[in-house]
């Protein structure tokens, strides 16, 4: 492995960065402007002195603004994640221009398209959509929270325990979620091996009587792609349901500590319908949050795989050993023969 081996690019460099800029505002302004609405929601239950319609426009501009933000949000995220795929891609293009031909030749093509399509796909779903929504929901929680606290830090701390459950059990469950992703991506590589070797010799299949056998093998290996992938979205699906249940045993809480509130007289009647609209905004967070945790396992997988893959020595590593290397064995050509193809580590 050579010790200067390329790395890949910062997500966040040149144009990137602005883009950056201008999630982290986005995501600052949608949560000022959902804790801002939950105020006027209250305030409308708690004094007759405002004027329906004008409550109706400020609630109607709030909602045009928030569609505005979101959009605003997915172009931004897409460009960023779409700026850095491409950057990656065209790095992994030059150094495999220019590796030594002995080692990229016994690398697979289906294993290399799989680096080209999947991880790729991984690292840019990380910088568009994990990222970004990390960073746009932390903004909306803090806002809830710091709003609840503001109103009452009873009806906080009710509302913080069904965050804290799903952030725990997010991190206990976060070394399985990658655990899975790894299994899942390995046997696709097996797979994508196979199936290009095999594609590329049907004609001298059909000739020696073997096709059937071949479709068998194929249909083992998606046997077992197909059960990692359903043994992934096993825990995936647990971590969703938990999400949901977070948001549920935050709202639960709020309406009981509320509740007590009222009957006490520590609360108003629009305190505890603002506190729990802004409770209510708690579950689209915590549910991509869980979403944004699964494209960041993923990009840390996909992340060591196009490592290895830039870790190939480059060409001119091996000007002085060219003509000993010639000598001493000819080249060969790794057709869809080779049956040495180190699919596993790549």
């Known amino acids: 492995m050579n010790a200067t081996a390329p790395q890949l ?4 460099f040149g144009p990137r960065r602005r883009w950056l800029l201008l999630l982290i505002a986005n995501g600052t302004a949608q949560g000022a402007l959902a804790a801002g609405a939950a105020l006027l929601i209250g305030s409308a239950f708690g004094s007759q002195s405002h004027s329906t319609a004008l409550l109706a426009s400020a609630l109607l501009l709030a909602t ?15 460009r960023l994640g779409q700026h850095y795929a491409a950057g ?23 294993v290399l398209m799989l680096r080209f399509v999947t991880d790729l796909n991984g690292l840019r779903l990380w910088a568009s959509q994990g990222l970004a929504r ?21 009806l906080a701390l009710a509302a913080s325990g069904g965050v804290v459950l799903v952030a725990a059990v997010l991190r206990l469950a976060s070394p399985q979620l990658q655990q899975r992703e790894r299994a899942l991506r390995r046997r696709r590589g097996r797979l994508a091996g196979k199936a290009h070797r095999r594609l590329g010799s049907l004609a001298r299949l059909q000739r020696e009587g ?9 249909e083992r290996r998606s046997a077992e792609v197909a059960e990692a992938a359903i043994h992934r979205a096993q825990l995936r699906g647990l971590l969703r349901g938990v999400a949901e249940a977070g948001a549920w045993i935050a709202l639960i809480g709020v ?17 505890l319908f603002s506190a729990l609209t802004l409770t209510g905004l708690l579950a689209a967070p915590l549910a991509l949050v869980e979403r944004a945790i699964e494209y960041r396992h993923g990009h840390r997988v996909a992340r060591e795989k196009l ?18 290397a010639d000598t001493a064995a000819p080249e060969t050509d790794c057709t869809p023969r080779c049956t040495t193809t180190p699919t596993a580590t790549l």
């Open 64 to 78: 045009v603004l928030a569609a505005l933000l979101k959009a605003a949000e997915a172009v931004h995220a897409e």
């Open 255 to 271: 309406v009981l500590a509320g509740r007590a509130g009222l009957a006490s007289g520590a609360l108003s009647l629009a305190q």
């Open 134 to 154: 990390l960073w746009s929901c932390a903004a909306l929680l803090l806002a809830a929270l710091g709003l609840l606290a503001l109103q009452s830090p009873t």
């Open 9 to 12: 690019p910062p997500v966040f």
């Open 307 to 324: 490592l290895r893959l830039l870790a190939l020595p480059p060409a001119v590593a091996l000007d002085d050993s060219a003509s000993a």
């Open 210 to 218: 073997r096709a059937a056998d071949a479709t068998a093998q194929i």
């Open 88 to 110: 990656v891609r065209v790095q992994l293009f030059a150094h495999l221009a220019g590796a030594d031909p002995a080692a990229s030749g016994q690398l697979s093509r289906g």
